[in-house]
Structure formats: C-alpha cells, structure tokens
C-alpha cells in the first residue's frame, strides 16, 4: 500500500511545483498581433530592407517614425491596463440555457489617464464585456452576456483584462486574479409527467389541481390585499369592485402533503445523470409554482420541506452543487414513502417511493 | 465637434501633408496631385451624402482605372519613371477615399494610401517641406489613428461614440514627439554601410551624354527676371573670401556663330593642369565644402582655377573636359569639396610675359561673320597698346564704362544681334558683355572664351554659409596668357539700383531662415552618410569621455559631462519609478487582497482544500475544523463582504488587523505542532 501511495504523492507534489513555477513564470503581459499590426510589423521589415538597400536617408526617418508608433502603441497601451481595479459582479444565480450578465467595475486610479477600450472577459469563458472609458478617478461599468448550457459551480479565477488601444495594431493582456464563483441551475422547463404520491388520493388531488385552482393550498383562510407576485387566480373580484382595491383569498398551507424529491446521485457524472438533475429541478419548480410543499433530498443534503420561491431557490441551488458519484452514501428515505418520489440516472433500488422517474425512459 | 468628424477632418489633413510632402520631392510633376490637394481642402469641410458618394464613386472608379491602364502601360511599353503614373492612380484613391460619407467607418485604406504616398514622396530628392509634412504626418496621424479605432470599437461592440476630453487628444498628440525621437534616433543611429544588395545602384544620370557640343545661351543666365532657386551652398572651413571675387566656374564656350555659343569637341589640346596654375598663380588656396541643388546639367561648380577636387559622398564621381570644366556623374545632387586659388596674377605680371599666342589651335581665335564696323572698333580700342594685357583691359574698360547694363531684353528679334548692342543698344545683359569682349578679343587675334557659372553669393548668418541663385547666373571672359594660363576678366558693369534692389529686399530675412533650414535638411538628412554618422559618434563619445588634453582647460573635465550623469541619474530614477509602480499596481481592491492572503494561509495550513468554496461556507469549515484564529477569520471575512457587497464602510486598516491576528494565531498553532 505504502509502496504504491509514495510515487502518487511525489507525483502530486510534482504537478504543484510545475503549476507554481508555471504560475511564476506567467508573463505579465501577453501581446499578439490584429491584421492591421502584422501588416505593419510586415511594412516596418520591407522598408528596413528598402532603406538599407537604397540608403534613402528619407526612409529611414519613416522607419525610425513607425517604431517609435509601436513605441507610442506599447506605452499608451500599458496605461490603458495598468492601475485599474476590477470589480467583478455576478448574479445570485443564473438558468442554464438562459442568458446571463456579468457585469465588471473598473475602476481607473490614474491620476491623468484614462482608460480606454478594454475587453475583460473570464479565463474559462468566451463571452467578452467591452470597457470603452473609466476616466481618472472614475469607475466605468462593462457588461457581459453569456449563456451557460451546464448547471452547477463555476468557480471563477482570473479575468484577462486586454486592450487593442490606441491603433489595434496590437493586443495586449494582462490577467487579474479575482476568485469568485457563479452558481448555474439547472432549468426547470423540462417536460415530465405529474409525480403519483399519496396513493389514489394524491391522484385526484392532482388531477383536479389541474381544474380548479382553490384545491392543493389547503382550507381558505380569508381575504388579504394583493400583493405583488400572488397568482391573478386568487384574486376576489367582488371585494376588489367593492374595496376598489384589488383583494385575494388566502389559503392554509397543506402540511400533511409535503412532496419529497429524493435525486439518487449514485451514478456516472453522464448525460442521463444530468437529465436526472433537471427532472428533479423541474418537478421541485412545477410543484411549489403550484404552493406545495417540498422537500428534496439527495445522497448528501437534505433540505426540508418549504413552499414559495426562497424554497425553490434552495433547492436549486442545492441541485446546482449535486455530484455524481457511483460511491456516494445510500440514499436515506427522508420522510413517510408515500410522499417521496425517487429520481435516479439508473433504475436501481425502486422500492419505498411513491412513484418513481428514471433518467431517459421519461 | 463630434469625434467622427475631427476623425474625418484629420484624415483630409493626414492626406493633405502627404501630398505636400510628395509635391517637395516630385514639384508638379503629376497636375493629379494639385486635384487631390483641392479634393483633399474640401474634404475638410464637406462630405458629400450617401446619394452623392455614390455618383462620385463612379468617376473615381473611372479614373482608376484607367490611370491603372495607363499605368501598366508605361510599365510594360515604356521602360521609363513608373513611379509617377503610379503615384497618380495613389492620388485618385486617396481623393476617392476621403470624400467619402461619414458613416462609412472603413477608412483605414486612407492611412495605408496616405503612407503610400509619403513613402513615393521619398522617393524623390524631397525638400525641407518634407520634413515638415512628416511631422504634421506623425501628429495627425497619432490621434486619428486612436480616434479611429476607438470608433471603430464602438461600433463593432455597438456603442455610443466615446467622448474625448480635449486636453487628452492634445497629450496623446505630443505623444507623437515619442515617434520623432524615435524617428531621430534611428536616423542618426542606424548604420549606413551594407546597402545595393540587389537591384541597381545609383542610375547613371544621361546628361553626360548630350552635354559637350552645343548648349544655346539663352539656356545659362538670360533668366532675366528674379529666381531666388539656390544653386549652390557653399561652406568655407578656413576662411570666408569677399564675395565680390567668387566666380563659381562652370563651363567654357569656344565656338560662336553669331547667335549661340557652343562647344567643339575637337579640343586636342588639355587644359593646364591644377600644378601648372599651382606653381605659377598666386596663394593662398581656398577650400570650399558645396552642396549643389540638383539643376539640368551636371556641372561641377567651383571657384577656378581648381587645385583638388574632392569628392563628397561616395557614388559621386567627376571627370574633367579638355577645356578644363568639370562635371559629375553618379549623385543626384552633388556635394563636394573643393580647393581653387583665390587670386588672380597681377596685371604687371602678365605684362611682364610677352604675348605670344600658341595654342595650336585656332577655334579660340574663331569668330563668325563680322561687318567691318566690328573690326574698325577693335582697332581704334586697341591702339596704341603693345602688351596683351593692357589691350584687354581697354576692351574691358571700354565695354564697363560706355555700356550699361540691363535686365531689360531687346525689344524685336532683329534687336537681339550682337552688332546691334555694340552700336545702337549699348545696353544689355553680362552675356551681351561677355560675347561682345570675347568677339572684340578674336578679331584683335587674341584668344578668349565665354565662360559661364555664377558670381559672388549672399552670406547667411543663419547657418553661416554662403547661399548662390539662380539670380546670380553670369557670364564672364577667360583670355590665354601663355606663361599664366586662363586669366577671368569681367566686362559687365555693376548692376544699377533696382536690379541691385530686387535682391535684397524686405522678404530677405525670413529667406534666409527658409534656405538656412533647407541647408540643414540637405546636409544632415538627405545627405547623411557613414562619414557624418562615423563624425557624430565621435564627437558624442568626446563629450561623454573627456579627452587628456581637455583636463588641461580651465573648467574640470567632470563639469564638461555633467549632464551626461544627470541624464543617466534620471534614466535611473524612471526605472525605478516604474518598478515601484509595477509592485503597487492595485489590481484587486485591498480587503480583497487581504481576504485571499487569508484563505492562502488557511490552505496551505490544511484548513481549506477548497478554493472554490463561498466565503461564509469556508468560515463554516473552519469552525467545523476548530481552526486556529477563528473569531478573526470570521470577521475579516464579514467586514470583507459587507464592504465589498453591502457597501459597509468598515475601514481596511480593521480588516488587515484582524487578518494579522488570526494569521498570528494560525502561525502558532503550527510551530506547536511542529514541536
């Protein structure tokens, strides 16, 4: 055991050393060439040739003037990207497959120089935000959209902040470590049939949710006023016309029949197990739309059974950080087997669960 | 004004210096370029409307191409100068380009064609316009390329146009001062040995070719209206000579037929030799340095007779005729040293020799048909006097006081003969002078030429030089005298007042500041060479390490360099200043630095495996791990996302302490450890 564990621990310790003298050995700056550049750097070549050749004095006064334009280039450049403070701000969260904006504060603690015409955009992604100016002093506010097609963490740590500022014959880049992390959940839009809990009961309930908007929240409770977000359904017209205000009913919270999403992360981190993480979000999503109760339960995290859209964004976030893993612990039961619907990548243990969706036969 | 429109005007303006700077080196030769030029004026106020762009954009497509043809043309047909047939279809792109509506944004081809055109201009043996054209060139050009990419951006990333502050754009313009120090540098610095590695060398100028035989007078000195074009610029590093007694020899004429001087080319016999004139004239010799503006003709002008001819760049090559003029090949404008006897022999000198006349050839002696007036004339002048000398002085003497000169041309053609000024014009200009004294000499038997060239000069204080015009294009008479050779004599009176006026008048300073400038620019830029680069290397070597025999002066030697320390003191302090700077760069805020060297320390302790892990949930690791310094971590932790998130005003100085101390308390839980 000893013999095979001190080759991996010598490995790792090699792999640690390699990134941190390749993390030292980082340039500061990275600069590469726009068309524009490569053409004139081309130029700059064919005319010292000219100017040696003929011994045209002339055209060594305009070779001298075009390196003194990347000199020009490379400084007002540098000052673009030197002494800036970068903010990053992201959303609590975002959807998968839907866009999402991130939004980055430079601000310039030049005393006389602006800012001008920086990219910044995340190591991992794409997607670029364009800074046109932070004057001195100042903050300036670039945004970039993005659409991210996984859930889960994205840890995020290091913007490379560049500019092709002042000709765009060049860009340069520099990186700005600034960990953070983005939280993607997963979408909630999936198509999936009514869970079947409760036995029969639970059935009709279900079934004449569907009819009558009143059943599934529990026994009416009285009149309040509207407030922004309730459903239009609830809206008592006849005290709206007499109070000239708009008036909703209000109903008891339903405890006894709490749904519990169970999402079984025993499986290869694949596909199927990715179709099982957005069958559980849109299940949990379509069921607290509703003013359920729910609860979701998965190898490592239980979160109790709640209703409204502070619950939802719980479990969200929960299923957002769910990993696959073939030896995660068992999945407990979290409550009574009658409320609890089983959600798995493989058909594996089915018993206990009132009804049970499997990843791909949905 | 909005920025896409100073964008636009300082294309026009970035167009309008390039053409300038072509018209320096090129002149008129493509009437194309003063079109652009008004294209160009105009573009600076006007830009025409989608619907007319697109009219316009006709004619120029027109224009281009068949300039294009033309330009093929001359290049497969005609082995000649294709520069300019190029440059003229550069011309129409450029005007094409800038009169162009606003909102077009592609209009980076007008940086590339205004360049083309500047590089065509150096080409050409451009002027001290050049130089000043570059510089609007390189200030323009900085901020119009920075407007227009900052544009350019904007629209590419779909943004409003960026507003400037103005002291900026004049900043990011004295920027450009960058580029011509730079442009400076590389100029003096860049050396210039290895050069003709392929294509031809300098051509070979064809003047030679059709130059001995025949060159019609009017051609050298009958511009009789004022031409201030400098010919000639002349240093003297010994001695400066009097002006009135530098004649600037060009060349010789022996044949006359009544009309137009010319040359024979059946001359057997050579001129005396630099060491005929050496033993026998008077001293001192007078060294010259002469830049020569390129002029029609490849002569060597010098004062005479030339001891030793120097030559002053290396392509630059001279050969002498037998008739003793010198002419030059290889160089477009030449520049060269020169040593010639200032003085002439004194007239007792020549006395002193009796004038026998042996040249063995009689062409100097040859004259055209004359009526007998002519000779009547001669005889009754050179009555009376036995010595050679003394005949020719009272040709002279007659033809300077009897006669007047004017700038004035004979009214008719039948006006213009020589006999006609002899007796019923008496007036006239030096080459009616020189041919009537040259003619007079012959018929008496005595040979004489017709020499050509220039006289005297106007003494710039400005670059201490002497600068010669075309205004100063002469005529004179050279006699052979045997033991002394070709001896000048001058028959032309002075000139009155109003031509005299004409020279000098209010606009003579600020010309000889202009032709100062030219003098520099010829000298120290388009005539820079190894041997100037090689001299200005020394002398900054000299002065940054002082020579044994400078200690021996009054001031010491480390006086004499001092700002060479204080220059390498302030390169000094700018690298370190940078490097301060360097390490001072805030990249993150200070709470955020602070809050990440914490996590580090934490990490590396063992407590936090998981970089990714949100702030609140690490202080939760750490209390479940009991971590060491707990309660500090945790508020540096709080303060740091209240400032960051919450807009909280705790100070950073609070968040750094508590950092500290939990750090302390991280430390010693770790030394316990490793004892």
């Not at chain 1, 209703?307 to 990993?323: H, N």
Request: hydrophobic share 45%; net charge positive; proline share 6%.
């Amino acid at each position: 055991m000893s013999t095979s564990a001190a080759p991996a621990a010598w490995r790792v310790r090699a792999a640690r050393a390699w990134r941190t003298l390749k993390e030292l050995l980082r340039p500061p700056r990275r600069l590469s060439f726009t068309r524009a550049g490569g053409l004139l750097t081309g130029a700059i070549v064919a005319m010292g040739f000219a100017a040696l050749n003929t011994g045209n004095n002339l055209l060594y006064l305009v070779l001298g003037a075009l390196l003194g334009l990347i000199m020009v280039s490379g400084w007002l450049s540098e000052q673009s990207l030197r002494r800036n403070q970068v903010q990053r701000r992201v959303p609590r969260a975002a959807t998968a497959g839907e866009p999402l904006r991130i939004t980055y504060e430079v601000s310039n603690h030049k005393r006389r120089l602006p800012t001008l015409s920086l990219e910044l955009r995340e190591k991992r992604f794409e997607e670029a935000a364009y800074l046109q100016a932070a004057w001195p002093g100042k903050t300036g506010i670039a945004r970039a959209t993005l659409v991210l097609q996984k859930r889960g963490v994205y840890a995020l740590s290091r913007i490379l902040v560049s500019t092709s500022f002042p000709f765009g014959l060049f860009i340069k880049e520099r990186d700005v470590d600034l960990p953070g992390y983005l939280v993607v959940w997963p979408r909630t839009d999936r198509a999936v049939r009514r869970p079947r809990v409760g036995g029969e009961r639970a059935r009709q309930l279900g079934e004449s949710t569907a009819v009558a908007g009143g059943v599934g929240r529990g026994e009416y409770r009285g009149l309040r006023s509207f407030r922004p977000g309730d459903d239009p359904r609830d809206v008592h017209w006849r005290s709206t016309a007499r109070l000239g205000q708009p008036v909703v009913r209000e109903y008891e919270r339903e405890s006894n029949h709490s749904l519990w999403v169970c999402l079984d992360l025993r499986a290869a981190p694949d596909e199927r197990a990715e179709e099982a993480v957005e069958l559980a979000s849109s299940i949990c999503a379509r069921a607290i739309n509703e003013g359920q109760r729910v609860g979701l339960a998965t190898n490592e995290v239980v979160i109790d059974a709640g209703a409204g859209a502070g619950q939802l964004e719980r479990i969200l976030d929960s299923l957002a950080r769910a990993r696959f893993r073939p030896e995660a612990p068992v999945l407990a039961l979290p409550a009574d087997g009658a409320q609890c619907v089983l959600v798995t990548a493989s058909r594996t243990a089915t018993a206990d669960y009132a009804d049970v969706f499997v990843a791909g036969e949905t | 004004m909005n920025l896409r429109r100073l964008h636009h005007r300082l294309l026009a303006v970035m167009g309008l210096a390039a053409v300038v700077a072509f018209l320096s080196g090129a002149g008129l030769e493509t009437p194309i370029i003063l079109l652009t030029a008004v294209l160009l004026l105009i573009a600076l106020f006007w830009q025409p409307s989608a619907r007319t762009h697109e009219k316009l954009e006709w004619l120029f497509r027109i224009a281009a191409v068949l300039l294009t043809v033309r330009a093929i043309y001359y290049m497969v047909a005609l082995p000649d100068d294709v520069v300019l047939p190029m440059v003229d279809v550069l011309l129409v792109l450029v005007a094409s380009e800038a009169l162009r509506p606003e909102e077009i944004t592609a209009q980076t081809r007008l940086y590339s064609l205004s360049f083309a055109l500047l590089i065509a201009a150096s080409a050409y043996r451009a002027g001290v316009a050049f130089g000043l054209a570059f510089v609007v060139f390189l200030v323009t050009g900085t901020i119009t390329l920075m407007i227009g990419h900052l544009l350019r951006q904007a629209a590419k990333h779909r943004m409003p146009e960026p507003v400037l502050e103005r002291g900026f754009l004049i900043r990011v313009g004295l920027l450009s001062c960058v580029m011509l120090f730079m442009s400076a540098l590389l100029f003096v610095a860049f050396p210039r040995v290895t050069r003709q590695w392929m294509g031809r060398g300098v051509p070979v100028t064809s003047s030679i070719i059709g130059f001995s035989d025949r060159v019609s007078l009017s051609e050298h000195g009958s511009r009789l209206y004022p031409n201030p074009e400098v010919v000639l610029r002349v240093e003297f590093p010994d001695v400066r000579p009097s002006d009135r007694s530098l004649y600037w020899r060009g060349r010789s004429y022996e044949v006359f037929d009544g009309v137009a001087w010319s040359r024979t080319g059946r001359l057997y016999r050579r001129e005396p030799l630099s060491t005929f004139y050496a033993a026998r004239w008077p001293k001192p010799a007078i060294e010259q340095r002469i830049y020569a503006a390129p002029i029609d003709v490849n002569v060597v002008f010098a004062l005479s007779p030339v001891l030793e001819l120097r030559r002053g760049s290396p392509a630059f090559r001279f050969d002498q005729t037998p008739s003793g003029d010198f002419f030059y090949t290889g160089s477009p404008a030449p520049t060269y040293g020169a040593v010639s006897l200032g003085e002439q022999p004194a007239d007792a000198d020549l006395r002193a020799f009796p004038a026998v006349y042996t040249p063995g050839d009689s062409v100097f002696l040859q004259l055209p048909r004359l009526s007998g007036r002519v000779y009547r004339l001669t005889d009754s002048l050179i009555a009376g006097h036995e010595q050679r000398i003394d005949q020719v002085r009272a040709v002279e003497d007659y033809l300077r006081t009897q006669f007047r000169y004017t700038l004035d041309l004979p009214a008719t053609a039948a006006e213009t003969g020589l006999e006609h000024f002899l007796f019923e014009r008496r007036a006239g200009h030096c080459e009616y002078f020189s041919t009537a004294m040259v003619v007079l000499l012959r018929s008496a038997g005595i040979p004489a030429r017709n020499v050509n060239g220039f006289l005297g000069g106007q003494w710039n204080e400005f670059g201490n030089f002497l600068t010669v015009t075309q205004n100063q294009a002469h005529s004179w008479v050279e006699v052979y005298f045997p033991r002394w050779g070709w001896v000048r004599f001058d028959p032309t009176p002075a000139a009155t007042g109003d031509t005299a006026a004409a020279q000098n008048n209010w606009f003579g300073p600020f010309r000889f500041l202009v032709d100062g400038l030219e003098h520099r620019w010829n000298k120290w830029v388009l005539e820079y060479d190894l041997q100037k680069q090689v001299d200005v290397f020394r002398r900054t070597a000299s002065a940054i390490t002082p020579e044994p025999s400078a200690r021996t002066s009054s001031e010491p030697a480390g006086a004499r360099s001092w700002w060479i320390w204080a220059a390498a003191a302030f390169i000094v302090l700018f690298v370190i200043r940078a490097l301060l700077s360097r390490t001072t760069d805030t990249v993150a805020a200070l709470e955020t630095r602070t809050y990440l060297n914490l996590r580090k320390a934490y990490r590396r302790a063992g407590y936090d495996p998981q970089p990714s892990l949100p702030p609140l949930a690490f202080v939760n690791r750490l209390e479940h791990m009991h971590a060491p310094g707990l309660t500090h971590a945790r508020s540096v932790v709080l303060l740091y996302l209240e400032r960051r998130f919450g807009n909280g005003d705790a100070a950073v100085e609070t968040i750094r302490a508590e950092a500290e101390l939990a750090l302390r308390q991280l430390r010693a839980r770790k030394r316990r450890q490793v004892v």
